[in-house]
């Protein structure tokens, strides 16, 4: 296995490495050890069926069910992440951490490229550990201790779904969610702080006022995706990106209109945030 660290802050590419065969537990553990390091990590070449794909994402965690979007009726643990020529509005297109309105978000995502864009389609990464350790040491005290509220009924983040939920909604209406986490999360595993709002969920502070809020959250929300803080991949098919929500935002870019974009996602089960 071959290692590619992609930018300062995080993201690395590892190559020799073929999915579709059994991997030994060693090789499962030298990946997500990468994984933990880097936040994000990406595996060129990997032509997977549905079964391997999910026999992947098993290794890593627990993959779940996605709110919004019906998976595939075989496996409904992964959905289809598209947008077609004639749409204009792509799935996700805002800075976030998945579904940070849930009690428990997601410990990852898994994304899996089909058919990209002959150019665009980019997905931008954020490290948030970079974002936290970028404060000040006031800041840092101020937000310690502070709460953010997530809701999916957010505005921004709710019409980057409309085309998918009128396409490959659930049958049942879609509920609304909203949770309260740390403004600044521990990483269960490596221990590390990171900051833990976003532009597309996090609609305010508990005990601020709307006014308090807004400031500080609009400063958060432009600081935690300086350019420094990130990187950016450049899809081509048969690619695998695994993110570590807990400590990372991401980004896709909608510069391609007139293309076909398809993805398959998995999402993996995490914890409550402390």
Sequence with gaps: MKIKRLSGALGAEISDVDLTQALSADLVADIRAV???AGVIFIKNQALTSQQFLDFANKMGEPVAYPFVKGFDDFP????VKKLAHERVNFGGIWHSDTTYFDSPPMGSMLLSHEVPPFGGDTLFACQYAAYEGLSDTMQRLLDGLHGVSTSAKADVSKTREDRMKSDGKAT???SFTATHPIV????????????VNVAHTAGIEG???????????????????????CRWRWEPD????????????????????????????????????
Excluded at 185 to 196: D, Q, W
Excluded at 248 to 260: A, K, S
Aim: one cysteine or more; proline letters at 7%; a neutral charge.
């Design 35 to 37: 994984f933990l390091d």
């Design 77 to 80: 643990q992964i959905i289809e």
């Design 173 to 175: 209406p879609p509920q």
């Design 185 to 196: 999360r521990t990483h269960p595993e490596t221990g590390r702080k990171a900051l833990f």
């Design 208 to 230: 601020l006022t709307e006014a308090e809020s807004s400031s500080l959250l609009s400063f958060l929300f432009a600081h935690q995706v300086k350019p420094e803080f990130t």
């Design 239 to 274: 690619t695998l990106a695994f993110w570590d929500n807990r400590c990372t935002q991401h980004n896709p870019v909608n510069d391609y209109h007139g293309f076909q974009r398809v993805m398959h996602r998995i999402t993996l089960r995490g914890d409550r945030p402390v």
